[in-house]
């Protein structure tokens, strides 16, 4: 069982559409986060949900909103993109209140052309 | 705020060549560290972790001790394997600080046979 999946795994799209990003983690947690990686792989958290509820909110375009129905799932919809928005989106989950570690989702590819 | 600085890569040995990644930190309270390796083409997975001073975190050969006086936990592995070829990242996780994690900017090993 895949603990933290994420679909699509490749997503291609041209400048200016809308695309969305699936989460979802059996574990059990209540805390799941949406982290970027560009090129040189360097990591920059998104957002943060503990229980459904925003809790971290990074300096991000706000054409980038999460969603969370449920403690087990956390969206990203994005909206008009832009080639800068071209990386792979990790979404990743903890339990609150313990050593802060992180389970990754496989991550997705976003390539904007 | 918190940060994490690693040593630049990237690190290219021969097989059963000696590891060292350095890392330090600074942070406000009292951070649990953590070091998170990456395979190509796959997210992110818990490599190791310590969560107060002087705490030594060991898994596959690897080891990192929490160094309070120096504030650094650098990884180490006497005898690296051509499988160990991935990026690794240096973590921290402030309690203090809503549980976020922070991240250095990874360190890219390549081992030769």
């Known amino acids: 069982d895949t603990a933290v999946s994420q679909t699509p795994k490749y997503l291609v799209t041209q400048m200016g559409n809308d695309k969305s990003i699936k989460c979802e983690q059996n574990l059990g947690h209540d805390t799941m986060y949406w982290y970027k990686q560009d090129s040189k792989k360097f990591l920059k958290i998104m957002f943060s949900y503990n229980n459904k509820e925003l809790i971290i909110n990074e300096t991000v375009p706000n054409r980038f909103s999460p969603k969370s129905p449920d403690k087990a799932h956390l969206n990203l919809h994005i909206n008009s993109l832009e080639l800068g928005d071209s990386a792979v989106y990790f979404c990743?989950?903890?339990?609150?209140?313990?050593?802060?570690?992180?389970?990754f989702g496989e991550g997705s590819r976003l390539t904007v052309l | 705020g918190d940060s994490v600085t690693q040593m630049e890569g990237p690190v290219t040995l021969s097989e059963e060549a000696f590891l060292t990644i350095n890392c330090t930190y600074t942070?406000?309270?009292?951070?649990?560290l953590f070091w998170y390796v990456q395979y190509p083409g796959e997210g992110l997975q818990l490599l190791l972790k310590a969560t107060k001073a002087d705490d030594k975190g060991s898994n596959k050969g690897f080891e990192a001790t929490y160094r309070k006086e120096t504030t650094s936990f650098h990884l180490e592995k006497g005898s690296v394997q051509v499988s160990d070829s991935a990026v690794y990242f240096c973590?921290?996780?402030?309690?203090?600080?809503?549980?976020?994690?922070?991240f250095g900017d990874g360190t890219t090993l390549t081992v030769k046979p």
């Open positions: 942070a406000t309270g009292y951070p649990s």
């Open positions: 973590a921290l996780s402030d309690q203090g600080n809503a549980g976020k994690s922070t």
């Open positions: 990743a989950s903890s339990q609150g209140g313990r050593a802060g570690e992180l389970f």
